[in-house]
RNA sequence: GGAUGGGUGGCUGAGUGGUCGAAAGCACCUCGCUGCUAAUGAGGCAGGGGAGAAAUCCUCUCGUGGGUUCAAAUCCCACCCCAUCCGCCA
């Protein structure tokens, strides 16, 4: 959420943001709504000036005089409500359109529509060559059994998979990987809910737009789609102090996404699955654009390290505007070659949001001026599987069909090679 | 699922119809005392919105939403959340 009086003095640039993430919301509307509103909120504060003043001289009335001025003060409440009821429902709609409106886009990020538009902006490596066709990871995996995607579907339906053997081992390696590479980097680790209530979602910005993204249960609580989630409602109406800035929490967590969207993506494989796991960096910092700026080149550089560690290829992107969601406001992907389907798939989203997570989470801080502020959020992927899986799989492979297990990973795995004798 | 007790400022916590946005304490800030720290003395100190050059003034907020009343933190209703005990259970 922005603020009001933001927008308000700067209806034109926050127009031409909404523009550049091709997201429609109706600003002018808005500030129709927002005059009605004020104009509301000032004749009643003046009529309730009235009424608490007049009110507060009964006491000291006796019988007659007293009579009299409760029969005024019927009246005056009685003119009272038809406002009351007139403001009521304009802050239904005020606050309705408030939720609409995007963030805006940083001046570095590139236009564009889609994900097909996204900038690169760094490349790690080239792609992987090999001495004969590679295969995708579905059918490595299923030769060697170490995942199995039909029963999967059977047991859990479309997009269901078991991990196997030396398939679990892999993720297991992966997530102790991570645990050590991150932690070294100070970050506070947190094992986070997954089943969180709404008002979470609604101040990351998933709801009240995206819930037929979300699956919900019978309590009305739903599972999110990743530990950013309760990660930032861990704080949420709190008052930080402002010495422990920047705080950096690394978040492990489930993920449940109905991938509503999707269909006819992906279809097989560990690509887009509807549960899997994921170490998230999650930060909140001092209300300072620049300090945004660095945390996010920090955060989006952790993953790329962990990524070099495990020497994939990969590039890193810039968004585009049409690629951001409502409270982002500059996103970097990182996507690693995938030699099975020749070309790059996302393994990673740092995002940085300035105020507008904060802003509706109501976490606030006090400034060296002592002046409340809302502190800026940002969140990056550490690392999810099984999705890792698909590339370290898919770029290990070997002539014969097994997988050459990453030098880093090898520690975790026990073994050089998954699947044959070697 | 059943029962009981609760949700008040940054924190602890008092407040059951009338200038209460709220006692007291802690924390914090300013000033004084002091070789430094500690201790101590005086004062200040909730947030949002609005008016104003400023001083300041007005208004809203005591879990959320309704209701009663001239007037609600305080009474009534619904809901949410928390704690404890019992039951059930991984």
Same mark, same amino acid.
């Given at each position: 959420?922005?603020?009001?009086?933001?927008?308000?003095?700067?209806?034109?640039?926050?127009?031409?943001?909404?523009?550049?993430?091709?997201?429609?919301?109706?600003?002018?509307?808005?500030?129709?709504?927002?005059?009605?509103?004020?104009?509301?909120?000032?004749?009643? &504060?003046?009529?309730?000036?009235?009424?608490?003043?007049?009110?507060?001289?009964?006491?000291?009335?006796?019988?007659?005089?007293?009579?009299? !001025?409760?029969?005024?003060?019927?009246?005056?409440?009685?003119?009272?409500?038809?406002?009351?009821?007139?403001?009521?429902?304009?802050?239904?709609?005020?606050?309705?359109?408030?939720?609409?409106?995007?963030?805006?886009?940083?001046?570095?990020?590139?236009? %564009?529509?889609?994900?097909?538009?996204?900038?690169?902006?760094?490349?790690?490596?080239?792609?992987?060559?090999?001495?004969?066709?590679?295969?995708?990871?579905?059918?490595?995996?299923?030769?060697?059994?170490?995942?199995?995607?039909?029963?999967?579907?059977?047991?859990?339906?479309?997009?269901?998979?078991?991990?196997?053997? &030396?398939?679990? !081992?892999?993720?297991?390696?992966?997530?102790?990987?991570?645990?050590?590479?991150? =932690?070294?980097?100070?970050?506070?680790?947190?094992?986070?809910?997954?089943?969180?209530?709404?008002?979470?979602?609604?101040?990351?910005?998933? !709801?009240?737009?995206?819930?037929?993204?979300?699956?919900?249960?019978?309590?009305?609580?739903?599972?999110?789609?990743?530990?950013?989630?309760?990660?930032?409602?861990?704080?949420?109406?709190?008052? !930080?102090?402002?010495?422990?800035?920047?705080?950096?929490?690394?978040?492990?967590?489930?993920?449940?996404?109905?991938?509503?969207?999707?269909?006819?993506?992906?279809?097989?494989?560990?690509?887009?699955?509807?549960?899997?796991?994921?170490?998230?960096?999650?930060?909140?910092?001092?209300?300072?654009?620049?300090? =945004?700026?660095?945390?996010?080149?920090?955060?989006?550089?952790?993953?790329?390290?962990?990524?070099?560690?495990?020497?994939?290829?990969?590039?890193?992107?810039?968004?585009? %505007?049409?690629?951001?969601?409502?409270?982002?406001?500059?996103?970097?992907?990182?996507?690693?070659?995938?030699?099975?389907?020749?070309?790059?798939?996302?393994?990673?989203?740092?995002?940085?949001?300035?105020?507008?997570?904060?802003?509706?989470?109501?976490?606030?801080?006090?400034?060296?001026?002592?002046?409340?502020?809302?502190?800026?959020?940002?969140?990056?992927?550490?690392?999810?599987?099984?999705?890792?899986?698909?590339?370290?799989?898919?770029?290990?492979?070997?002539?014969?069909?097994?997988?050459?297990?990453?030098?880093?990973?090898?520690?975790?795995?026990?073994?050089?090679?998954?699947?044959?004798?070697?």
């Amino acid at each position: 959420m922005l603020d009001i009086k933001f927008i308000r003095e700067n209806a034109d640039i926050v127009k031409a943001g909404a523009v550049k993430k091709h997201i429609e919301v109706d600003i002018d509307k808005l500030l129709a709504v927002d005059d009605e509103r004020k104009r509301i909120r000032q004749e009643l &504060d003046a009529k309730r000036a009235e009424q608490i003043r007049r009110s507060n001289e009964m006491p000291r009335m006796k019988d007659l005089e007293r009579e009299k !001025l409760l029969d005024a003060m019927q009246q005056l409440k009685a003119g009272m409500a038809e406002e009351e009821e007139r403001l009521k429902k304009v802050m239904i709609e005020w606050q309705q359109l408030m939720l609409t409106v995007p963030n805006i886009p940083d001046m570095s990020v590139p236009d %564009g529509e889609s994900d097909a538009d996204n900038l690169e902006v760094k490349k790690y490596g080239t792609a992987t060559e090999f001495s004969f066709t590679p295969k995708n990871h579905v059918d490595l995996t299923e030769a060697l059994d170490i995942a199995d995607f039909q029963r999967g579907s059977k047991v859990a339906g479309f997009r269901g998979y078991f991990l196997k053997g &030396d398939g679990v !081992l892999l993720a297991n390696a992966v997530w102790q990987l991570a645990l050590k590479h991150f =932690s070294a980097k100070e970050m506070t680790l947190m094992s986070v809910p997954s089943l969180v209530r709404r008002e979470s979602f609604m101040g990351t910005g998933y !709801l009240p737009q995206g819930e037929e993204d979300l699956y919900k249960t019978q309590d009305g609580e739903f599972l999110a789609g990743t530990a950013e989630v309760a990660t930032m409602g861990y704080h949420m109406n709190e008052t !930080l102090d402002a010495d422990t800035f920047p705080i950096k929490f690394l978040s492990f967590s489930p993920c449940f996404r109905r991938e509503a969207g999707a269909h006819g993506k992906d279809v097989c494989g560990l690509i887009r699955v509807h549960e899997f796991f994921k170490w998230e960096q999650v930060i909140l910092c001092k209300a300072e654009h620049d300090e =945004s700026v660095r945390l996010h080149e920090w955060i989006n550089r952790n993953t790329e390290e962990f990524v070099e560690l495990l020497k994939i290829p990969y590039h890193t992107v810039a968004n585009c %505007g049409g690629d951001l969601g409502l409270g982002q406001v500059k996103k970097y992907d990182i996507e690693l070659w995938v030699p099975g389907e020749n070309k790059y798939r996302e393994i990673s989203s740092a995002s940085y949001f300035h105020d507008f997570q904060t802003r509706r989470l109501n976490i606030r801080y006090r400034d060296n001026e002592g002046n409340m502020r809302f502190p800026h959020s940002l969140n990056s992927t550490a690392i999810p599987t099984p999705r890792i899986l698909v590339s370290i799989i898919e770029n290990y492979q070997q002539a014969d069909g097994t997988i050459k297990v990453p030098d880093a990973l090898v520690p975790y795995v026990g073994k050089n090679f998954i699947g044959g004798a070697k």
